[in-house]
């Protein structure tokens, strides 16, 4: 790259229609954004495009970041309203970042034509029942890059549109290292030892689920995986952290009878925590001795791994979507292929259980490998190199 990026540039990140930044409710594409922001906004100039919310202010700038907060009714054409003032005013970004709405690119777009547009993919955006063929090839011609969350989101792209190739790259996620502390840290021992004593799991081998109550996150597989696991090791629990939807602890169908199969384990073998805050997460993975992540469909990369693997924990997953790409089998993780069998979990979870020192070894290998590639300071550098790309892309 030419001297060019020696420079700041003016950068726009527009957040999708589901949540506020920052994520005072959560929201794994807000809480990258919040992530990044502070070494980001530290060599550039940033503006956070996000809906309203009645816990924050329509505008404001925090530590030198505009935040421009706009209805959730019109999302997009608010966004584009916005863009299109700056535009008559002479305000232009030079990059603007796109979350996970590919058809509103065009729009973005149109409303300020002049600025290099960055795409990220967070989920299969660009499948056959999401956008047309003629839609998507305008997407990938406005677009001068495209972020996808993992190498599994970026192969569905250009399986569809070989013209994308060029443009894709895959940038993971991470976590704020100093918010996740792993369990053998002496302040985190005391946070254990408070959370444990709270969900009444005092001396107790905590098998640890986060995450939405959905049928495709597999809760259920795990449920019927610790009856076994409860017959070799009675002093077994497993511990599900979570809600049907964020900040929503209304209850479904799927809720109610993951309640009932639990039951069927006797009392107070499974503990359901309920909605948990997002600020709160970090120190309920503390609760566990081993995390399992039961996904059942192709995940796109589950943020999950980076958390319990950053929280010090053994990790058992499935190689579903992108979890494998960041999970090495019995290195810092153990990666299950028989996904949908609660034998396959059962297995893994006993396995760890006996094996006392591998599972240490495994979790140092995991927190390790997360405090070297995945605090948010690297994602920033990986975002950054990736907006100066798509910025010099002609000069180059």
Sequence with gaps: MNGKELF??????????????????????????????????????????????????????????????????????????????????????????????????????????????????????????????????LVIQAVDKIMSISEYIGKTITDRFPSAKGKVKAVYSGINLSNYKPVWDQYAQVIRKELRKKYGVEGKKVILFVGRLSKVKGPDVLIQAMKPVIQKFPDAVLVIVGSKWFSNDRMDEYGLGLRHLAETLGENKVIFTGFVPPSQIPSHYLIGDIFVCSSQWQEPLARVHYEAMGSGLPVITTNRGGN????????????????TNPDAFTEAILFLLSNEKEAKRIAKTGRAFVEANFGFEHVAERLENLYLSAWNKNES
Excluded at 324 to 339: K, T
């Design 8 to 137: 700041p540039i003016k950068i726009a990140m527009i957040c999708t229609e589901m949540l506020t930044v920052p994520p005072i409710r959560g929201g794994a594409i807000q809480i990258l954004i919040d992530g990044v922001t502070p070494y980001i906004s530290k060599k550039h100039e940033l503006t956070i495009y996000c809906i309203t919310d009645p816990e924050l202010s329509d505008y404001e700038v925090v530590n030198g970041v505009e935040y421009i907060r706009v209805p959730k009714e019109n999302y997009i054409f608010n966004v584009a309203k916005e863009l299109e003032a700056k535009s008559k005013n002479k305000e232009f970004y030079d990059v603007i970042h796109v979350f996970n709405r590919p058809r509103d690119l065009l729009i973005y777009k149109a409303a300020m034509p002049d600025s290099r547009f960055v795409l990220s993919l967070h989920n299969e955006m660009f499948r056959e029942d999401k956008i047309s063929f003629e839609l998507g090839n």
């Design 324 to 339: 494998g790409e960041i999970l090495n089998h019995l290195n810092n993780g153990i990666l299950i292929e028989d996904y």
